[in-house]
């Protein structure tokens, strides 16, 4: 049988319990194989303050660590220009032929995905795993997708959300249960979020 590969990209500026949560659901609910935890290196449609990729590579290691069927997949620091996700999955359909890949991603970024750099491969490279979102609609398939690798799955509701974690940083309150003990620990020993952050993501 082909190795099934689940795909998570991210920002994850920080990575958190959300995060996680989601990504073990769809890798439960599908049988994956392993799950690919794959932090953006230049993520192209963030806008704002984003701390360097190599302190999220080290969040991401961090949370995934010991964690059974997943797994940190620094594919995209080797790769210049705007972290696409068309690129990193032609990729990864190189390093591992014969794989069945399946894209994670959010209701709220496939509602947006026809902003994507060439939206229409996706299909073509993977199967899309459409994960709900608490109080966000069902978003409609993409005209250019193929209906039958686009799978829309309801997945464990989770409230918490980066911006949420930078804001109770920014401000000196607590995070605790928000993100795995050991990341927490990364960001108050790297003093991450406390302050303006420079606009870089080398």
Same mark, same amino acid.
């Given at each position: ?5 689940? +795909? ?13 949560? +989601? ?27 984003? +701390? ?18 997943? @797994? ?17 999955? %032609? @990729? ?40 709900? %979102? ?13 209906? %039958?690798? +686009?799978?829309?799955? /309801? ?7 980066? /911006? ?20 927490? @620990? ?11 952050? %420079?606009?870089?993501?080398?």
């Amino acid at each position: 049988m082909p190795v099934r590969l689940g +795909v998570f990209g991210g920002s994850f500026n920080p990575v958190h319990f959300g995060h996680l949560l +989601v990504a073990d659901d769809v890798r439960e609910q599908l049988r994956l194989d392993r799950m690919l935890f794959i932090p953006a290196f230049r993520p192209p449609h963030k806008r704002g303050p984003i +701390v360097p990729y190599r302190h999220r590579l080290a969040m991401t290691r961090l949370a995934v660590a010991g964690q059974p069927g997943f @797994e940190l997949c620094p594919i995209e620091e080797a790769r210049s220009g705007p972290s696409y996700t068309a690129d990193t999955l %032609r @990729e990864l359909r190189s390093r591992y032929p014969g794989a069945m890949l399946y894209l994670a991603v959010g209701s709220d970024q496939y509602r947006d995905v026809a902003s994507w750099h060439r939206p229409g491969e996706l299909t073509e490279l993977a199967r899309i795993v459409v994960m709900s %979102r608490p109080e966000i609609a069902r978003p409609p398939l993409f005209r250019g997708h193929d209906p %039958r690798r +686009v799978l829309f799955r /309801a997945v464990i509701p989770v409230g918490i959300s980066a /911006a949420q974690i930078r804001a109770r940083l920014a401000k000196g309150r607590s995070i605790r249960y928000m993100l795995p003990v050991r990341v927490a @620990e990364y960001v108050r020993r790297h003093r991450l979020y406390r302050g303006p952050t %420079r606009k870089t993501t080398t």
